[in-house]
């Protein structure tokens, strides 16, 4: 099929989107009610640091450890609600498979749970060999493999849900190539500019997340093993590698999913089509080897890594915020200057999430340059850093999309205040949080101590003041959310 073809959106009935509607609006809802949770677990952190709320330090690494992976996987139940909506506009996905996904998630949540608030389970979302194994009698070695157990049932679902991705798109484009816009790229075919950026984008979740899920799930299988079979004490190093490399990638590509909605509903809100071209296809092409090279800033502290996987780390993580800057960034101003947009709460947020993805990057570059990393790594600066592009770029998207999805150019005046309060309460709050956890980090305050020195303590409840605004703005949204969300009709 010519590039004309195969860009034609896929017809479906009407029972069929009705049906993907419900599909899409359950993720969010329970993506949105994770986070909600998480937040309010982020509060409970900071409110105990400064010493306003007493907690034990075992329930303090519990709450940790839940907060950690509970936002990651709230990020990836959303965002792939975001992806399979716009996706499943250009290509034939599986209804039934994105189900499946779905509870198949929500049993490795309850397996997680109730690895930590029965089990005891507290040693991060890192589970960083061997200390899972190694707790004093914190917790059991059951707890631990209860843990790694539900994170891999998770990655399972998602892997299936990715073979359902990767084998529409090879239906509908011929290659991953032709869909990530290569061809044009290379001049193998003429530049359309029309080729959906939502394919290009879902493209390179597809190739990325595979494999950081199926890395994952390499050193969980390696750590359950050593778990019940000591003598089998796999390389530490190899381990951290693995693991750093699947979580870095798992929650960057959450927000390349995310972005998907910039793409697709700022031409809505300006009148104006977002055309892909050559710079376009060369910047998510770089993207590919960008999200899933830079992960070894976080492992410059170990000096048994090898020199030139640093190297290729530092110079991948200062040149991984150009694509981001150059063409999401610059090409969301030009499509809005003078554009005459309606400002609703939904082009704010996804607006505001071109400033925060921007802007989260630039704490992560210096924390990727090594004078600077042997300081602030260790320390609340690196908190501050993904709290930023998080809070104030990837849930943006996310609840950007969800108005859309509500229909908010139905909403009463009354709604509309309560849009607004929570709006700005969430950008004051977020904006706070960051910049608190990144003064922390300026002044060396440790990431994950549960006590707090006393020159600490002041930071620790400014950032408890700055969480309740972040948690006030999140709840009216999620209020909002499930009000409206379940009988909103499809906005297509």
């Keep these: 099929m010519s590039t004309a073809e195969v860009n034609e959106k896929v017809v479906y ?7 993907a509607l419900i599909a899409v609006k359950s993720h969010l809802i329970a993506g949105f009610l994770v986070f909600l949770l998480m937040m309010i677990a982020g509060f409970t952190m900071r409110a105990a640091q400064g010493t306003w709320l007493e907690i034990g330090a075992d329930l303090f690494y519990q709450i940790m450890t839940v907060h950690g992976v509970g936002v990651v996987g709230a990020a990836m139940i959303t965002s792939t609600g975001v992806q399979w909506y716009f996706l499943r506009q250009y290509v034939r996905l599986s209804n039934g498979i994105f189900w499946t996904n779905f509870f198949i998630f929500l049993t ?9 608030f029965v089990g005891k389970y507290g040693g991060a979302w890192t589970f960083l060999f061997p200390l899972p194994a190694i707790s004093m009698g914190a917790w059991s070695n059951g707890a631990a493999a209860l843990f790694q157990v539900g994170l891999l049932i998770i990655g399972v679902g998602f892997l ?6 990767g084998r529409a798109i090879l239906a509908r484009y011929g290659s991953l190539a032709r869909a990530l816009g290569l061809t044009q790229l290379f001049g193998k075919e003429p530049v359309n500019y029309k080729h959906p950026a939502a394919v290009v984008a879902s493209t390179m979740v597809l190739i990325v997340n595979f494999l950081g899920i199926a890395a994952g799930a390499v050193v969980l299988v390696m750590g359950l093993i050593n778990l019940f079979y000591p003598e089998f004490k796999p390389d530490a190093l190899l381990m951290k590698n693995l693991i750093y490399f699947f979580g870095h990638v798992v929650i960057n590509a959450t927000i390349y999913a995310s972005v998907i909605a910039v793409y697709e509903l700022l031409p809505r809100y300006t009148g104006r089509p977002w055309k892909t071209n050559k710079v376009f296809y060369a910047a998510w092409f770089a993207i590919v080897f960008m999200v899933m090279g830079v992960y070894p800033h976080h492992l410059m502290m170990d000096f048994a890594m090898p020199s030139w996987a640093l190297v290729v780390g530092q110079v991948l993580s200062f040149g991984s915020g150009i694509p981001v800057m ?3 960034g610059y090409g969301a101003l030009m499509i809005v200057y003078r554009s ?4 609703t709460t939904s082009a704010k947020l996804l607006f505001l999430s071109m400033f925060g993805w921007w802007a989260g990057v630039i704490p992560a570059i210096l924390d990727a340059m090594v004078t600077v ?13 993904f709290h930023f592009y998080l809070l104030l770029g990837l849930l943006p998207m996310l609840i950007g999309f969800a108005y859309f999805l509500a229909g908010e150019g139905d909403s009463k005046e009354q709604t509309k205040a309560t849009d607004n309060l929570g709006f700005y309460a969430y950008l004051i709050g977020a904006f ?3 910049m608190v956890f990144l003064a922390s980090g300026a002044n060396s305050i440790p990431r994950r101590w549960a006590a707090h020195m006393p020159e600490w303590v002041s930071f620790a409840q400014v950032g408890a003041v700055a969480a309740s605004l ?11 959310a499930l009000v409206s969300l379940p009988g909103a009709n499809n906005p297509q």
Aim: proline share 2%; charged share 10%; glycine share 8%.
């Design 13 to 19: 009935s009407d029972q069929e989107n009705r049906n």
């Design 108 to 116: 490795g949540v309850v397996l997680i749970l109730g690895s930590i």
């Design 160 to 165: 299936i849900l990715y073979l359902d991705f």
């Design 326 to 328: 150059v063409v999401t």
């Design 340 to 343: 005459g947009i309606k400002w």
């Design 373 to 385: 990393n042997r300081t602030f790594h260790n320390t609340l600066w690196v908190p501050g850093h």
């Design 432 to 434: 706070m949080t960051s």
């Design 470 to 480: 972040v948690v006030l703005g999140m709840l009216l949204f999620i209020i909002r």
